[in-house]
């Protein structure tokens, strides 16, 4: 499917990966390697513009991703495979069949994981007090195609309010949920990542959105948390997305996508290293453990 003109589509996974706007576009996850290492980068990992580029398959059972499989678009989109594992031919040609299909595979034994995952993540959004509910009265993997000057963009949401007023995006972990540990990881692409996609809502819709991260573990007891960008937050996540979508701009016009620096680069000292090692110099200077001409005698011995 190609996609000649702004708006709003309903588009299957493999075919969003592969880009189906008219010209390589911009989406939230090449904005971040953008950012983070280079344009050589980005263009190394983008379908449209590294003529190598195949997305990886992962084989190993992730409960994460196939539960956020499931709470989106239901069972239609599994394969149970009644075997073991993957190891016989016939697990595997059944396994590379729902591929094909679209469809995730997925043994049989492993399926109660993630109807104990899907259950648990649902009563707790039942319980959830701010409204409205997350994941209700909308519709899932909303792709949206915009364009930012000449360049392309497109976003691929999770969930999109039929009012376009609320965007859901499921995020699972291995680690903590909690907000105040989760919160850290925010910074190095969920901000980026919601700003993009308000960004493109308002250009698309008009309206101002509001993005809501839930965040669940993904062991038991599959505790989850809602989390949001505060305006201060927000504000930074806004400068970074025009910069990308400036660089972006500049690379897809020029034809040149440049690594790191050519030029020799200087490390400032960090705060926390220059106090830290004055920290030392004062221990060591009251140390009786140091001699009279200054050094240091490990453990207070010569």
């Not at 239609?76 to 396994?95: C, L, M, Q, V, Y």
């Not at 691929?156 to 972990?173: A, F, G, P, Q």
């Not at 920290?279 to 240091?296: H, K, L, M, S």
């Amino acid at each position: 499917m190609k996609i000649s003109t702004a708006g709003i589509y309903e588009v299957s996974a493999t075919e969003y990966h592969a880009d189906p706007c008219p010209e390589p576009s911009l989406s939230a996850s090449i904005a971040t390697v953008l950012l983070a290492d280079s344009p050589a980068h980005a263009r190394h990992q983008h379908p449209r513009l590294n003529p190598f580029f195949q997305r990886e398959e992962r084989e190993m059972f992730d409960l994460g991703s196939a539960a956020h499989a499931y709470l989106l678009e239901g069972s239609s989109g599994f394969a149970i495979i009644d075997a073991p594992d993957w190891r016989t031919k016939a697990a595997k040609e059944e396994r590379d069949a729902a591929r094909t299909e679209g469809r995730l595979p997925i043994l049989r034994h492993k399926w109660d994981d993630i109807l104990a995952m899907v259950e648990a993540v649902n009563r707790q959004l039942d319980d959830f007090r701010d409204l409205p509910r997350p994941f209700s009265d909308g519709k899932p993997e909303q792709t949206l195609v915009w364009k930012e000057g000449a360049v392309w963009c497109r976003a691929r949401l999770d969930w999109l309010s039929n009012d376009h007023e609320v965007i859901c995006d499921l995020k699972t972990t291995g680690a903590s949920a909690n907000p105040d540990q989760w919160t850290r990881q925010m910074f190095a692409g969920p901000d980026l990542q919601a700003a993009f996609y308000l960004r493109g809502v308002k250009t698309v819709t008009g309206k101002n959105a509001t993005l809501r991260f839930i965040v669940s573990e993904n062991y038991t007891p599959y505790a989850l948390s809602v989390i949001s960008l505060g305006p201060p937050a927000l504000v930074i996540a806004e400068k970074k997305v025009r910069l990308a979508i400036e660089l972006w701009t500049q690379c897809i016009e020029s034809g040149q996508w440049p690594g790191y620096p050519t030029r020799t680069c200087y490390a400032d000292l960090p705060p926390w290293e220059e106090a830290r090692w004055l920290q030392r110099e004062e221990r060591e200077i009251v140390d009786p453990t140091v001699n009279a001409r200054g050094a240091f005698i490990l453990g207070g011995r010569k």
